[in-house]
């Protein structure tokens, strides 16, 4: 039998450009878990989670809150809890990652047909993108109709404009149509926006509100919506197992950064991106789309970058990248800024002398670690998807 290799210790994020999922707990966050309530949050007793759920239904203008252990349950619970007589489809992005990156949930938990949508603008969905690919309830036996649209604020750090979303909401309400929010990086939104969480919160009938990305938790979102809503989702989390016991020191964890100067630290975050989307553009290296927060999607396949070359430069120099995605976020230093400027560069000037072209469809998640070892040798073979 094998000897069990223990992954080496993770020791920082302060290099870690792969997801802003990286963020790690701070001292401030240890102390106050060990401080943390610790009843039974199934049965609704532990204080500290009860306190995470009111604060954060506070914040975005909502009835009820639900602690879950991941955003892929929150939203997963969400459309299924919306939605109540199949067929019915859900409309959203066709980069949402309720749609790409949650292991087909809508069809498996939901049963929904999925309506995935390219943005006419390249962006972000306008009202005139969905009411062209909705379909209508409207006694046709062929179809799925729409009961839900399925919007991300942000999406791939794009801002979504205050008054689309307006737009998009009246719409549904005239319709009938329940309106979600993958809210992994609401926070970003709110801070670069200005807008504040309770206007979003009085846009959609739900907001999934990540805390374990930019707000640096370890682990969890908050799932907001009407009492009715969330007691039911309540229901689908036991169901999908997102009953958790003693989920206080998870809660107090979270309670930190929200009740810290999150905006600063979001906006440190959008600061280095932005620099970096500078940075490119002056070099001529072609961006994917607008740096609005915390993310820069340099785009791999038109300047014929190879993606394992590029996340290569990064471990020359130290920094953890997954490919064309580059995530910021509050504990990214501006030496790891200096550095990420050196590795896109080099692969850049590589990719003029060895033009690579991605045969397969572009996808910007990896799932193995870029780990090096004590030489600094990558200690997993770089297989970064395609892209
Ligand atoms: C836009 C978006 N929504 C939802 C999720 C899912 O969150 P989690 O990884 O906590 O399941 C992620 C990834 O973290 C995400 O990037
Ligand atoms: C991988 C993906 O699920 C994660 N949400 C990220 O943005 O890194």
Not at 122 to 146: F, N
Not at 172 to 189: F, Q, S, Y
């Amino acid at each position: 039998m094998t000897e069990f290799e223990l992954p080496p210790k993770y020791t920082t994020a302060a290099n870690d450009l792969r997801s802003d999922t990286f963020t790690t707990p701070t001292p401030e966050m240890m102390q106050a878990a060990l401080e943390a309530s610790i009843g039974d949050a199934v049965y609704g007793e532990d204080v500290d989670t009860v306190r995470l759920e009111q604060t954060v239904a506070r914040m975005a203008a909502k009835e009820a809150g639900l602690f879950c252990v991941s955003g892929t349950l929150s939203n997963q619970i969400a459309i299924r809890t919306h939605l109540t007589q199949p067929p019915y489809s859900i409309l959203c992005d066709y980069r949402a990652h309720v749609y790409t990156h949650e292991a087909a949930g809508l069809a498996i938990l939901s049963q929904a047909m999925v309506v995935p949508v390219i943005p006419s603008n390249g962006d972000y969905l306008t009202l005139e993108d969905i009411r062209s690919h909705y379909v209508p309830d409207d006694g046709d036996i062929h179809g799925a109709p729409t009961r839900l649209i399925s919007l991300e604020n942000t999406l791939h750090g794009i801002v979504y404009p205050l008054e689309e979303l307006v737009r998009i909401k009246a719409w549904c309400m005239e319709n009938g149509l329940k309106l979600h929010c993958d809210g992994a990086r609401i926070w970003n939104a709110a801070a670069q926006s200005g807008v504040p969480l309770k206007q979003y919160g009085e846009i959609f009938d739900s907001i999934s509100i990540c805390l374990s990305k930019s707000m640096g938790a370890p682990i969890g979102s908050v799932l907001v919506g009407n009492l009715k809503f969330v007691k039911k989702a309540t229901h689908f989390r036991k169901q999908q197992g997102g009953g958790i016991r003693q989920s206080g020191m998870m809660a107090r964890m979270a309670l930190v950064n929200i009740n810290n100067d999150w905006k600063s630290q979001l906006l440190y975050s959008h600061s280095l991106a932005h620099e970096l989307a500078q940075f490119c553009k002056a070099k001529g290296i072609p961006l994917e789309s607008p740096a609005d927060t915390n993310f820069v999607f340099i785009n791999l396949k038109s300047a014929r970058m190879d993606p394992d070359v590029l996340v290569k430069k990064g471990l020359k120099y130290n920094v953890k990248l997954m490919g064309g995605r580059v995530s910021f976020h509050y504990q990214i230093t501006r030496d790891t800024l200096e550095k990420v400027k050196l590795a896109i560069s080099e692969a850049f000037d590589y990719a003029k002398e060895h033009p690579f072209d991605s045969n397969g469809p572009t996808k910007i998640y990896r799932s193995e670690s870029t780990e090096v070892d004590v030489d600094g040798n990558a200690i997993h073979e770089i297989k970064t998807y395609k892209y």
